[in-house]
């Protein structure tokens, strides 16, 4: 233990050379269109799921770049939301656990292929899980909180060892290792690992390796108390009924699997962390993101504590969250040093995913310099398949081939009657090829459509293609 507190006490001086570096970057201004993009986006996703409130943090070019909140935090008395309010993460909270567990294997404490016996083992088939499976949700462990709202017995306090008592003590669901099921039975078992092994509680470690060295001072933990009165107030509602006040669960069952509130800004300023690699080594953090096989080399699509997965090209690594009364998204593309963290006050919508999903294309149209140039183009082509012509001028013999009469026909009795586009935005940029391949979105009253073009280094276009999204 005396050693211990020593390597935290070097860690803690770190921490602040650290906190004193990532204060002293002055992130770029963002523009006023970019900003309206993101306000937009976020108040479709309000108004599309009837959700209070919203706090989003948008990552940009590795910085912080925008921070806004929307909606109301409390409907009585009616309270707006402002982004210095903190919300609750739910199962984003995991990726803090899963580095927890990096940071001790670091220290030589433990290791992602030691059996769970190691510290456990009273656990069904302890001797025959690793840990790494636990983190990958690959152990079989049967999850304790499959619904989506809160059970009558979860309204009560409970301990850790009476969570493993009830699910982990049994039966596992499937070989380890053979599937992969989405468990929180997983993350508190991990998450008293991480206890046992560092000597300290969960929190306290995470604070010292994490909070504490990315400035990240309004992190709670929302498993000891609820959320302050100055925070928002968490909703539900039945179907389409009215909204009302959630219930809290009780102490003791979100631990390491759920139990971290904070500002959108600064789950943004771990975010940053993860695509600069500030905190654990190099190695650790391609274990963290790295998907998992099943034994039969299926992938799960799933690391430790992160979905990841490719969209349009680029690496994405993900997590959403749900606890009574709350949701979140977390959405982080690291190669492109950019992410949109979405936080909303109300159980069982996907309001922060779609907002994830809307803000995208607003981080990377900016980033090609022919973008506006081509985009244009893009409607003026687009306007003319309307009506039966192109200028053959802008296409490559094989496109010219691609549109004949008979396309053209097609093209604008299908395309005319739509009108003008009320939204014409380039969505994605991509390698095909030698081609550069660029997306469009395109939407009308009652459609949308996506376009999508090869462009080869002369600048001529090789394909222009329409389809429904």
Not at 46 to 62: F, I, N, Q, T, Y
Not at 274 to 297: C, N, P
Not at 365 to 391: H, S, V
């Amino acid at each position: 233990m005396r050693l211990f507190r020593r390597v935290l006490t070097y860690t803690s001086c770190l921490a602040i050379a650290v906190a004193l570096a990532i204060a002293a970057q002055k992130p770029p201004d963002t523009d006023a269109e970019f900003r309206a993009g993101i306000d937009k986006a976020a108040r479709e996703a309000l108004a599309e799921a009837g959700v209070p409130s919203m706090s989003v943090a948008v990552v940009k070019d590795g910085y912080v770049s925008y921070v806004q909140a929307y909606g109301d935090a409390r409907l009585d008395p009616e309270t707006p939301a402002t982004p210095a309010m903190r919300y609750s993460i739910g199962s984003i909270s995991k990726q803090f656990t899963a580095a927890a567990i990096l940071f001790l294997q670091e220290q030589g404490k433990l290791s992602l292929d030691d059996k769970v016996a190691r510290f456990l083992p009273g656990l069904a088939r302890a001797d025959d899980v690793t840990i790494r499976q636990l983190l990958s949700h690959t152990a079989g462990y049967q999850d304790y909180w499959p619904q989506d709202y809160v059970p009558p017995f979860m309204l009560q306090p409970v301990t850790t060892e009476k969570i493993m008592d009830l699910w982990a003590r049994k039966g596992l669901d499937f070989e380890p290792g053979t599937k992969w099921q989405y468990s929180n039975t997983n993350y508190v078992i991990a998450g008293a690992i991480v206890e046992k092994a560092a000597g300290i509680p969960l929190i306290e470690f995470l604070r010292e390796r994490i909070f504490v060295p990315l400035g990240m001072k309004s992190v709670t933990d929302i498993d000891r108390a609820k959320l302050s009165d100055s925070d928002p107030t968490g909703y539900m509602r039945y179907a389409l009924g009215p909204l009302r006040p959630a219930p809290k669960e009780g102490k003791g069952w979100l631990f390491a699997a759920g139990e971290l509130a904070m500002t959108a800004e600064d789950l943004a300023k771990w975010d940053i962390a993860l695509m600069e690699r500030k905190l654990l080594r190099a190695d650790s953090y391609r274990q963290m993101e790295t998907e998992v096989l099943l034994r039969d080399g299926v992938g799960t699509h799933y690391a430790l504590g992160l979905d990841v997965r490719t969209e349009r090209g680029r690496r994405v690594l993900e997590h959403g969250g749900e606890v009574s009364g709350f949701t979140a998204q977390n959405t982080v593309y690291p190669d492109d040093r950019a992410a949109i963290v979405a936080l909303t006050n109300q159980d069982a919508v996907g309001a922060a995913g779609a907002l994830a999903r809307k803000a995208a294309p607003l981080l990377f149209t900016r980033k090609d310099n022919e973008g506006a140039a081509r985009l244009e183009e893009a409607r003026k082509i687009f306007a003319g398949l309307q009506q039966g012509n192109i200028d053959r001028s802008l296409f490559t013999d094989n496109a010219n081939s691609y549109f004949s009469r008979e396309a053209l026909e097609d093209f604008a009795a299908g395309l005319a009657p739509l009108g003008t586009p009320q939204e014409f935005a380039q969505a994605w940029r991509s390698l095909r090829g030698g081609m550069i391949e660029r997306g469009y979105s395109v939407k009308f009253p009652a459609k949308s459509l996506r376009v999508w073009t090869f462009e080869l280094p002369d600048g001529k276009l090789e394909q222009y293609q329409v389809a429904v999204l």
